[in-house]
């Protein structure tokens, strides 16, 4: 067996196709965008039947995906994506047409799910047991890895929906989330510091009132999660975290919103609890791979 | 080997023993208050060795303790009640007394990681395999388990601390928590409630204002639960949750809160999702006995 690992990181506006064995190891690597289910998986599956021609047999497929997901395992719409408001995709069973294509075994988790194996297995997460990761972009998302197991549940974490405490008077902005209005993604998000400040967020100085806000509502994310899940760790990525000034302000606010609780643990030294990616925007694509060779071995 | 199990369910203000081996086979309990910690853990074993001679020898002892707890696997004060106001019980190596006296292996975990053991094991989460518990007492907590595994991340959940929104407008009230004010625990204790009214919980009549309140604080709770832990159902135990016209109001709010996110999920159903206990007010008990199973067996 060549141990060569096929991995997708299936997001909502591209797809993420790589092959190798590890960080300092990708053969190959290809983006698109996501368009069409059928096409996109198509041109995927396509890259990996090139990839074997050039390099040899695969031994799985990783993949990370956009979700809702089916990751149920008694479940017969496993693998499938559920209801998805991106046209076209709910209910396309995503793993089985590449197991079926590939005839590999397959794994799957969702994008975020991933990305927290990836940060757990060569990222900022390494050496610990529990580990999340958060993306704060154009959603917000987040998964959560237990000994090297994404957690799941009725479902997986859903953590850009967690509802957050809101001053009106302080913070009269309502959020743009359609289910909820003013939950974390509601007021968090790349497109709700957009929508607030009628400026894209990457366009905001430093100095703007937009980030001590922000990082306000970060950092009582973080307490939630901190408080349910108990992370050892919170690996923050995405679009909006690329602006690294926010760090030093998101673990202010979680110190003081923490209130001194949870004196003897982890949580206690916001610097080395709230941390950026290890691995980059690859995570998503690292943690599909990691998924892949956990088909295979036990990792 | 017997097969009897010892189980200790021991709270900050009463510790409830028994010797059995199932909900409906706990031949002998006692309880008594929680005092010094010598002679309270003495007194827990006394009744453990007096039942030994009378039924036989135990196979193991379960424990669910009030924390915070060290539950780490490789921690040297792995079995030790860690940093707790409680007068005299801080350090206190609870499991490593108990092990050192009756010579049987000795299980522990928090009494809300035990009670959502218990209610997997024989109450209202037996069959599924993600099972919240949270008790709304004297204080608020709760325990998560995953394939009859109790979460242990770099703690356990301390779900009490859960920031919650309150707008200021339609309810001045600060909270009564002593680290965060108006975090779950301190809007939504039985102290909360009546600091909040001038009246303890149970005087409260059912058409009282005070419920409905309650119901949206305990509903963003379990919010914030089901988008983090992702239980497959969230048990509510403890003696604020006896007021059962709660539940209705609870869940109300709850669909509220959730707005039609997670509609394919056991959420999307919130008389069965939010439930009362299976068990009573034996959930830590069976728990503790479940955790007892576990040290011999695997269940």
Not at 136 to 160: D, S
Request: charged residues 15%.
């Amino acid at each position: 067996m060549s141990g060569l690992i096929g991995a997708i990181e299936a997001g909502g506006t591209k797809f993420v196709c790589a092959v190798g064995t590890g960080p300092d190891d990708l053969r190959r690597d290809v983006r698109f965008p996501t368009g069409e289910p059928g096409p996109t998986i198509g041109r995927a599956i396509t890259f990996f039947r090139t990839a074997v021609e050039e390099l040899g047999p695969l031994a799985a497929v990783g993949i990370g995906s956009f979700g809702p997901l089916d990751v149920r395992t008694d479940s017969p719409t496993r693998g499938c994506i559920t209801s998805t408001p991106k046209p076209g995709w709910s209910g396309t069973p995503f793993a089985g047409r590449v197991q079926a294509a590939l005839q590999v075994p397959v794994a799957f988790d969702t994008d975020v799910n991933a990305a927290a194996l990836g940060e757990w297995r060569w990222g900022a997460g390494r050496g610990l047991d529990a580990v999340a990761y958060v993306t704060v972009g154009t959603g917000i998302g987040g998964g959560m890895v237990y000994g090297g197991r994404p957690l799941h549940g009725m479902l997986h974490p859903e953590l850009g929906h967690l509802p957050v405490p809101r001053d009106p008077e302080a913070d009269s902005f309502e959020g743009v989330c359609p289910f909820h209005g003013d939950c974390l993604e509601g007021l968090a998000s790349g497109p709700a510091l957009e929508a607030r400040w009628g400026t894209p967020a990457p366009a905001l100085p430093p100095e703007h009132a937009a980030w001590e806000l922000e990082a306000g509502y970060l950092a009582l994310g973080c307490l939630s999660i901190a408080l349910t899940l108990s992370p050892q760790r919170i690996v923050l990525g995405g679009g909006v975290m690329e602006q690294r000034h926010l760090f030093p302000l998101v673990r202010r606010r979680f110190e003081q919103a923490l209130g001194g609780y949870l004196p003897d643990t982890p949580a206690a030294d916001a610097d080395t609890y709230i941390v950026p990616t290890g691995l980059g925007n690859r995570s998503g694509l690292l943690g599909a791979l990691t998924l892949g060779l956990q088909a295979i071995t036990t990792i």
